[in-house]
């Protein structure tokens, strides 16, 4: 797409996962997580020309082997894994596995360990400093937990990236993460460990799975104020889902001051998502990418990896939201008027039987209140936000009321 050629933005190198082995991780007819979303955002992306970008390095991620997993998960779960995906007509709920959520099916170990690899190989590559940015949509299964799956997660991509971030020497990780869902998983797994900030925007709790994710939850005794929530009200749109992340996440970045940045871009908080209740656009959620990638610039030197997650209108809404996320992380944005590619249009049409998106936005308007004009005790997403910044901006040596 000649869309991209004569931008003068900086080529940083930027490693995209990406095999269509990682399609394997699939639960099978009518699961929402479909491995279709995999394949069509990889699609739309070489058709936008992103993935043959000379300073973009495709990578296909390795299989990530157990002493790698139980860095963040206990042998005994990973032995269950193993097990349920060699026997796959079994169950074994005390650890997830086998249930509506998480279905057994033949192979589910390596599948899963394929995605976590994924992770993996980004972690190295920041490490290494063969990439300055990476990206791995298919990863982002932010709900495992170190015994346990839950919510279509089997092993956690996410964290596994970020304790191999913290034994390569880094001091400190910030973890952002937008998923519709709560981050639960992620933030269990480093639930007393000051060296990992998560930060959480979901949708509540009292209205969407897991059920968790309130301003109350702010880590272990030893890591007080390092686990941040933010529990937005039923149906909040652009306007107040980036207002609550322009007045949380960038504040608390600053003061923890992160040496990497690690981000989940679940895009199921768009509209038109059949499992959540928000109200959110494409543009909104290319803007909050841009805000990440902006604070990877300013704290980490640029050192960024991106993960995808849940979402789950995989024709009109995923490929399009994380081939945003690529552009931007390879400092190639995507304008969001930009046509969506002929040739995919007509991939989509031919194979689903549906009409794609003409446009790569949604033409919303992404305008959003600035916290510092005031806060409105009316306003149930401001309510929401003042929680949150009461629990942990003094922790971190901010104002809740004017940081």
């Known amino acids: 797409m000649t869309f991209l050629r004569g931008l003068s933005l900086p080529a940083l190198p930027t490693t995209v996962v990406w095999d269509a082995a990682m399609t394997a991780y699939n639960f099978g007819p009518g699961h929402p997580m479909a491995p279709e979303r995999l394949?069509?955002?990889?699609?739309?992306?070489?058709s936008l020309g992103l993935l043959d970008l000379a300073h973009v390095k495709l990578a296909?991620?390795?299989?990530?082997?157990?002493?790698?997993?139980?860095?963040?998960?206990?042998?005994?779960?990973?032995?269950?894994?193993?097990r349920i995906s060699e026997n796959p007509t079994s169950a074994?709920?005390?650890?997830?596995?086998?249930?509506?959520d998480d279905p057994a099916f033949a192979g589910m170990h390596e599948a899963a360990a394929r995605i976590a690899g994924g992770s993996l190989l980004a972690a190295h590559a920041i490490l290494d400093g063969s990439a300055v940015r990476a990206v791995n949509f298919g990863g982002g299964l932010h709900h495992a937990a170190r015994d346990r799956a839950s919510g279509f997660c089997i092993y956690n991509d996410a964290a596994l990236a970020i304790r191999t971030l913290l034994d390569g020497g880094?001091?400190?990780?910030?973890?952002?993460?937008?998923?519709?869902?709560?981050?639960?998983?992620?933030?269990?797994?480093?639930?007393?460990?000051p060296r990992v900030l998560t930060i959480s925007l979901h949708e509540t709790g009292l209205a969407l799975f897991p059920g968790t994710g309130f301003a109350n939850e702010i880590g272990g005794p030893e890591a007080l104020g390092s686990a941040v929530n933010v529990a937005l009200p039923v149906g909040t749109?652009?306007?107040?889902?980036?207002?609550?992340?322009?007045?949380?996440?960038?504040?608390?970045?600053?003061?923890?001051e992160p040496e990497v940045i690690v981000s989940q871009h679940g895009c199921d908080s768009h509209r038109l998502d059949p499992l959540t209740h928000l109200n959110v656009s494409v543009d909104g959620q290319r803007e909050a990418a841009t805000a990440v990638e902006n604070l990877a610039a300013r704290h980490c030197d640029n050192r960024w990896i991106a993960t995808g997650g849940g979402g789950y209108h995989i024709t009109g809404v995923v490929p399009r939201a994380w081939s945003h996320l690529i552009g931007i992380a390879a400092g190639r944005p995507v304008p969001l008027r930009t046509p969506v590619p002929e040739e995919w249009r007509t991939y989509v049409h031919e194979h689903y039987g549906v009409a794609a998106p003409a446009l790569m936005g949604d033409d919303a308007d992404v305008w959003w209140r600035s916290w510092e004009v005031g806060?409105?005790?009316?306003?149930?997403?401001?309510?929401?936000?003042?929680?949150?910044?009461?629990?942990?901006?003094?922790?971190?040596?901010?104002?809740?009321?004017?940081?």
Do not use: C
């Open 39 to 46: 394949d069509l955002t990889a699609r739309l992306a070489r």
């Open 60 to 82: 296909a991620p390795a299989v990530a082997d157990d002493t790698q997993l139980t860095t963040v998960h206990s042998p005994e779960f990973v032995a269950a894994v193993r």
């Open 92 to 100: 074994d709920e005390a650890h997830g596995l086998g249930t509506e």
């Open 170 to 193: 880094v001091q400190r990780v910030a973890y952002i993460d937008v998923d519709a869902h709560h981050g639960d998983g992620t933030q269990s797994i480093f639930w007393d460990d």
């Open 237 to 256: 749109g652009d306007a107040g889902w980036l207002r609550a992340f322009h007045a949380v996440v960038p504040q608390l970045v600053g003061a923890f």
């Open 375 to 403: 806060f409105d005790p009316n306003d149930d997403v401001d309510r929401t936000v003042m929680a949150t910044r009461k629990e942990v901006f003094p922790l971190h040596g901010l104002d809740p009321w004017f940081d």
